[in-house]
RNA sequence: GCGAAAGUGGUGGAAUUGGUAGACGCGCUGGAUUUAGGAUCCAGUGGGAGAGAUCCUGUAGGGGUUCGAGUCCCCUCUUUCGCACCA
């Protein structure tokens, strides 16, 4: 007989929903705890990755609550960007329909699990209610100077006229219809995010982040400390600036590297034939992708410019070549090429034949430049460097530096690697930019009474394949709020990084029609006390939302500098070994698992998997295995269920005091195991989630204590005996509450609880129950296991060591050796070194 | 390529601070119960040797530090995530 999941689930999300246990209250007295999941794009069905991850959220959501804290979990959709433009063409509707339609059955699938989820609050970042403070915040940056435009390169189909994203361009060509790609100019507008550069890379108040985001934000950011040194032009009164990390290699310059897109090579193109291989050259590498041109295996190209600058610390010639493996979008977009000591430039050089220079000798002296493999980039002593020869090289860097900044050569200046957020997207289904261009004005930002601006309706999808919005004449063609002059709308919209970089804020105040929300919301709830989602994020999302975050406070909207205190990066969820996908045909259906099984077995499943950051593999026969868990515990209580009614009353100081034994009956061996084992589970099922957040663990411990709980024999019990049993059944569903929230109620219910879980509070467990007279000890002959011994526990050491070596397998191993070392390691091992 | 992680039985994973490797679950094997069951209960289960006590071996591969290494260090291999217009 299966325990009756259907029922007991539905019965129970009525009475969460109807007692409002999850809507969270801005006024509420208590602790505030917001934990936040990251929003889902509405696919139109919940699938496996989202039950795991949500059922993360919700364990935390429910231990939190049992703790007493006023919390928040709030839901909602990041609905806006590409896949919802093409899932409604493919559908042949419209975006703002097919999107609403998926909201709400995943909505309903969300509630079908049994989520605590506060639906008060719930966003959706297409709504005119949620994007009319995106555009609010455009204009705020744009006020606040941190939005400009600038022109930049975007993948670009000829044939279908428009803009590419990268995952659209699949091995250079279009994905629809196969021509080639190629790199456009567009203007384009940009938030200016290397302002907060520095403060991004302090990551202080992250002490509850995984150590391996903050690395990989920080390498991200790239700051590096360096020198810019200007090269004149031979014969003419250009600069190329080049930024270099080591100045202590400038008199080793035998080239100079250009990226083709550098202003300076643009404008030698203009005098260049067509058909000149210089300029097919250029297009060529402008073309290439982007990533394999920052790939160091792809084979460095080039081509002579003719022209030659000079190094302005000896003044010698250098040739200036055209390359592919320099990027405009890093330092200056130019490089002084030292091949001697840079392996990037010493296969350029010997594969075109450039002159290389040693300046930097190893401290034998022995690098000969005709023997060289590879460059030499570690430190050393400074050669042929004029005035600096025989110095440290890394010493020689800031007297190098100095020595330039003195002459008006160059000087020290700090780079990121880090660029500006480029948040123009040529698409339809996403959040117009509020800018009107006026030709007499410029560009105008959209006064605050006109927001939003509203994404037209009216539009044909899949007619053309450019911009639909360019085609919704009646909306571009507006007047110049300054002078009501005829004025056209920007078309471009915004990448949905920006909707959700601001959207766990909008959740404190989800209703505010005057403002995205108020300062006094949003300093109850913020930070974010816990945010969890995939590790796929840990760039750039949770980096564009702190950068957010950090313009709001500068603004004054916030008062905190970060917005997620804790951060939980979990795992995906796969299937035979890879990734979940309708491609490759390996997706579970959740609705499937909850009809058959039910939600609680799901969650328990998912979360006993793995540990939640780490990735866990799906088992149909795992699945079977959680729910047969659960249906042990419920049949526990059905065939227990009298002697577990009768003495649970936890409060109950009869009942108690006969758990602590006060009535002066015997304790059989068994029982006194069981109750240790009942708080032993307490204090381990806390530490783990409180600690570790590892949910695995703590499942398998309630699953070890329930096998012992099924091997006690509840014939012949005393009235002590009883009370230790029944407290060790009425544990399980206080600590499985966090995990099988549904069962967990229906049980604590069952044995007569009128309050429901959580209003019990976490269980506290008596230390004096853990306490052992006895302890194991394991004893080691040169590292390797010979014995065991059981000794009282405050035995001393010496007789310890005593007791170990008489151990018969012990003298064995040391049978003719001297001992020379008796290592004990107090209440664990003994070890013995013998030679 | 760069940046970041991971690799433990047939399998998902455990070992939290350098201290009994394999908890717990799945699968498999045996037993009990049942008219029967793919249900339930109990027990066993890394590999090898042995009647057994026990021994040898074993955490991707190779080396090192240590009385002691899955855990720390160096090298190699494999897989996953990100690389700025997928979100």
Not at 151 to 179: H, K, M, P
Request: proline content about 5%; hydrophobic content about 35%; aromatic content about 12%.
């Amino acid at each position: 007989m299966e325990y009756p999941f259907d029922k007991i689930e539905k019965k129970w999300q009525k009475i969460w929903k109807d007692k409002r246990i999850f809507n969270a209250d801005n006024n509420s007295a208590k602790p505030k705890y917001y934990i936040l999941s990251m929003f889902p794009y509405p696919s139109g069905a919940l699938h496996m990755g989202h039950v795991s991850n949500y059922s993360i959220g919700d364990a935390i959501t429910r231990y939190k609550l049992t703790q007493g804290y006023n919390v928040m979990q709030p839901m909602g959709y990041d609905a806006f960007g590409m896949p919802a433009e093409n899932f409604a063409i493919q559908h042949n509707s419209h975006p703002k329909i097919t999107t609403e339609e998926n909201i709400d059955i995943m909505r309903k699938q969300f509630d079908m699990i049994g989520f605590g989820l506060d639906w008060e609050r719930e966003v959706s970042t297409c709504r005119p209610d949620y994007y009319k403070w995106g555009q609010w915040f455009f204009k705020k940056m744009y006020e606040n100077g941190l939005v400009y435009k600038k022109s930049s390169f975007v993948n670009w189909c000829d044939e279908c006229q428009t803009v590419l994203a990268n995952e659209q361009v699949e091995g250079g060509t279009c994905w629809r219809c196969e021509s080639t790609v190629r790199q456009k100019e567009l203007e384009q507008w940009f938030f200016r995010i290397t302002k907060y550069a520095d403060e991004l890379l302090d990551f202080s108040g992250l002490t509850d982040w995984p150590e391996r985001v903050k690395i990989m934000q920080t390498n991200w950011i790239g700051k590096s400390f360096g020198t810019n040194i200007h090269f004149k032009l031979e014969g003419k009164d250009d600069v190329i600036t080049v930024f270099t990390t080591r100045p202590d290699t400038i008199f080793g310059c035998t080239f100079m590297a250009l990226p083709p897109e550098h202003p300076l090579v643009s404008r030698w193109l203009k005098d260049e034939p067509k058909d000149s291989e210089f300029t097919k050259f250029c297009d060529k590498v402008i073309n290439e992708d982007k990533i394999s041109r920052s790939a160091e295996d792809t084979t460095k190209e080039g081509i002579f410019s003719g022209r030659f600058a000079i190094n302005p610390v000896n003044g010698e010639k250098v040739q200036i070549w055209i390359t592919n493996y320099v990027l405009m979008d890093y330092g200056t977009g130019a490089v002084m090429a030292v091949p001697a000591h840079d392996q990037r430039d010493f296969e350029f050089a010997r594969k075109y034949d450039i002159p290389i220079k040693i300046v930097i000798q190893n401290p034998e002296k022995s690098l000969i430049l005709e023997e060289m493999t590879e460059a030499y980039i570690e430190p050393g002593i400074l050669v042929n460097s004029k005035q600096f020869n025989d110095m440290e090289s890394v010493a020689s860097k800031k007297a190098i530096s100095t020595w330039m900044d003195e002459n008006g050569m160059g000087e020290d200046t700090i780079t990121y690697r880090l660029r500006d957020w480029g948040v123009s997207r040529q698409r339809y289904w996403g959040n117009p930019i509020p800018i009107i261009h006026c030709d007499k004005c410029g560009e105008v930002l959209v006064p605050d009474e006109e927001l939003p601006v509203m994404l037209p309706d009216n539009v044909e999808l899949g007619k053309t394949t450019q911009n639909p919005l360019l085609s919704v004449n009646d909306w571009v063609n507006t007047t110049c709020p300054n002078c009501g002059a005829p004025a056209r709308r920007e078309t471009d919209t915004m990448d949905t990084f920006v909707d959700s970089s601001w959207y766990f804020a909008r959740y404190a105040d989800a209703h505010n029609a005057e403002m995205p929300f108020t300062k006094k919301a949003a300093d109850h709830w913020l930070p974010v006390d816990q945010y969890i989602g995939g590790i796929e994020h840990a760039v750039m999302h949770l980096m564009y939302a702190r950068f957010f975050h950090k313009f709001m406070r500068d603004i004054g909207m916030v008062s905190c500098d970060e917005p997620f205190a804790r951060l939980l990066t979990q795992g995906m969820v796969t299937k035979d070994g890879a990734k979940m996908s309708k491609s490759k045909g390996n997706v579970v259906d959740p609705q499937y698992i909850v009809d058959r099984y039910g939600a609680d077995t799901v969650r328990v499943f998912m979360l006993f998997a793995s540990p939640p950051d780490k990735d866990s593999e799906w088992s149909d026969e795992g699945v079977k295995g959680a729910f047969r868990f659960l249906n042990r515990v419920w049949r526990i209580f059905e065939d227990k269920l009298d002697i577990i009614k009768q003495n649970v009353i936890l409060s109950d100081p009869v009942v108690t005091d006969r758990i602590e034994g006060s009535k002066n009956e015997s304790i059989s061996s068994s029982l006194k195991d069981l109750r240790f084992s009942t708080h032993h589970l307490i204090k381990k099922v806390r530490e783990d989630i409180e600690e570790r957040m590892h949910f695995n663990t703590a499942i398998a411990a309630i699953m070890e204590h329930l096998n012992k709980v099924y091997i006690t024999e509840t014939e012949n019990l005393n009235d002590t005996e009883k009370a230790i049993f029944a407290e060790s059944c009425a544990v399980i569903p206080r600590l499985l509450y966090f995990f099988a929230p549904h069962i967990s109620e229906e049980l604590w219910k069952m044995i007569g609880n009128v309050e429901l879980v959580h209003e019990a509070g976490i269980p506290e467990y008596n230390p004096k129950f853990l306490v052992k007279d006895e302890v194991t000890y394991v004893v080691q002959v040169m590292g390797k296991l010979r014995g065991k011994l059981e000794v009282p526990i405050d035995l001393p050491q010496e007789e310890i060591k005593k007791l170990a070596l008489e151990i018969e397998n012990v003298q064995k191993f040391i049978e003719g050796k001297t001992v020379q070392k008796i290592i004990v390691v107090p209440k664990k091992l003994v070890s013995i070194v013998a030679k």
